[in-house]
């Protein structure tokens, strides 16, 4: 009996232990197949199959006339490796650290490697795969060594418009410009070479590689003509050279009717096939600084006093509000200086004063005491209203990266001599293209008009109804009207005066009736460096171009002013753009 009992406790435990294991068996079976199955799934697919990717063409860039190619991706290849199904992969080594000029020791190690792939040199010229494709003839290598197709950047123009496009990293991703800002649209979508391999990597004779076609990114059409931004860049870099601007300068001319960027120009810019080419002589600290300065797009990027230039904003604020009219003779009088708030603010002739004038001669003289004095009738909060209006407390919005915006004092903080110095346009800085954009606004009768750099997307992977590529418009964007048509013709009026007889001269060309106004102003709280500028429309009876040409610190013999640099700058670049415009 007690046997008997022994047996059967056994034969429970037995049933029980098994029951136990079995159940434990199921839950982990569960376990992966529902929790870890899709982890699972996706590391036993990888280490299966070898998976080689194929970069997209990216998408082509054309200025404006669509002429012109600025940015295109030529075909190289790109070299990569199985290396579970490289047999001697000394010889191999050494025939790809030649060929690549690499390290022998590195390539060995990364053809010994228990991967399924290695990457071992991109951007490749057909010269070089087609010698490896020889070798590898000769030596009856048929598996192991994989050559693919890739695109390669490259920049017809090398360096027009270097800061506006932008480049490319060596994974055919944009790193600046409009490289960078429409890079989703631009870059495409990858393609795939797949194929099924055992556990360690290797072939399996009868699986067939599946092949997935990359889709070409799509193509952009700039507002950039190709002609002016030439025109633009020779006569900036003359400038900077000629006036010794070690900072440089930058040129912006748009198209006043639908804020069209024709030309942005820096000085000094740089090579869009080799952005990263360093100065050998520099530290590698000194070479890195200066190569992020060619890259900025100072026309956007950075702030600046305006000077006078920024006497039209007072000027068009003043005419609005019913202040003052344009030939009201004697209605100012220059006596060198203003008192305002117990403060003697000077006229930049002070000791020769301007005498009696109208506001059109206290344009064209450029003088201070006029605009200090509007200031203080137009008050804080109708001035402030008008900077908003024209577009002074928003970035403009246009369409690249690294937009910054303009730096005032908080209108609740602005007293008598503080508004007194806006007027005048010093003590505040703003951006390059948000003064480009204000002179726009007004040459389009006083409707504020936004800049844009891109005016039509391309699509290569779309068609319309017609069976054409499809073609996506990028619209103007106009806004309020900030003064009256009627504003605005007066203004450009008196703008025409200030060349033809004021402080502009330097900017006359024959035949075509130009607008502007200099300026001049520090760089920065006393340090010694002064902003030369101007800043003009044209034809004044039918604007088509304005043109902002600023110097950093000119010290050549023309001197700092923005009549002497600025003005013979803009003149020059008017004449050419003017009669290529016809």
Known sequence: MIGRKSIKKRMRWSIIIILITFTTIIIRIGYLQFVQGKELSEKAYNQQTSDRNINPRRGTIYDATKNNILAISSTVEVVTVNPQNIKDKEKVAHKL??????????????ISKRTAIVNIAKKVEKDKTNELRKWMEDNNITEGINIDEDTKRYYPYNNLASQVIGFCGSDNQGLNGIEAKYDEILKGKQGAISKITDASGKKIESETENYIKPIEGSDLVLTIDTTIQSIA??????????????????VIIMNPKNGDILAMAGYPNYNLNEPFKLDESLSKEEANKKMQALWRNKAISDTYEPGSTFKIVTASTALSEGITTPDRKGEFCCVGHIEIAGVRMKCWRYYKPHGPESLREGLMNSCNPVFIGLGQKIGVKTYYKYLEKFGFFQKTGIDTLGEANSIFLKEEKVGPVE?????????????PIQMATMLSTIGNKGKYIAPRLVKEII???EKDENGNKKVTIIPEKEGEQVISEKTASEILSMMQSVVDEGTGKNAKVEGFNIGGKTGTSEDGVNTGKYVASFIGIAPVEDPQVVVLAILYDPKGEGG???????????????????EYLN
């Open 560 to 578: 700092h002013s923005g009549g002497g640099t600025g003005a013979p700058l803009a003149g020059k670049i008017f004449k050419e753009v003017l």
């Open 419 to 431: 508004l007194g110095t806006i007027a005048f346009g010093q003590r505040f800085e703003v951006t």
């Open 97 to 110: 650290a030649e060929l690549f000029n690499e390290d022998y020791e590195t390539l060995l190690k990364k």
């Open 459 to 461: 699509s290569n992977e």
């Open 233 to 250: 860049e020779k006569y900036l870099k003359q400038a900077c050279i000629d006036n010794n601007c070690i900072d440089g300068g930058n």
